[in-house]
């Protein structure tokens, strides 16, 4: 189990990108426009580094869904790799069989 506090500030993240998603969209799309003036390009630059870091989408580190844990993480099912075995033993994962040969 991940420490509850690196969960919890993982789930802080997700909420700030979904508030600021918007602003950070359009100052993005303006400092890309290169019909814009190259001050006012400059401008949307410095108010994209005046949002809040944790606002941006590449801080959010995939987590487990059960244990938290932030490595071996499947995006198909949302599992670390220790979780997945564990279901796929018990027959809980449509289509996934324990190998033997």
Not at 11 to 17: C, H, L, P, S
Not at 72 to 79: A, I, N, S
Request: charged content about 30%; glycine content about 4%.
């Amino acid at each position: 189990m991940a420490k509850l506090s690196q969960i919890n500030r993982n789930k802080k993240r997700e909420k700030m990108v979904v508030q600021y998603a918007g602003r950070r969209a359009a100052l993005k799309a303006r400092a890309d426009d290169m019909s814009v003036a190259p001050e006012d390009r400059f401008a949307a630059r410095l108010k994209l580094a005046k949002l809040p870091r944790n606002s941006s989408a590449t801080r959010i580190h995939h987590r487990c869904e059960l244990s938290g844990r932030a490595r071996g993480y499947y995006r198909k099912v949302k599992l670390s790799r220790i979780a997945l075995r564990e279901f796929a033993n018990f027959g809980q994962v449509p289509g996934m069989t324990k190998a033997s040969w």
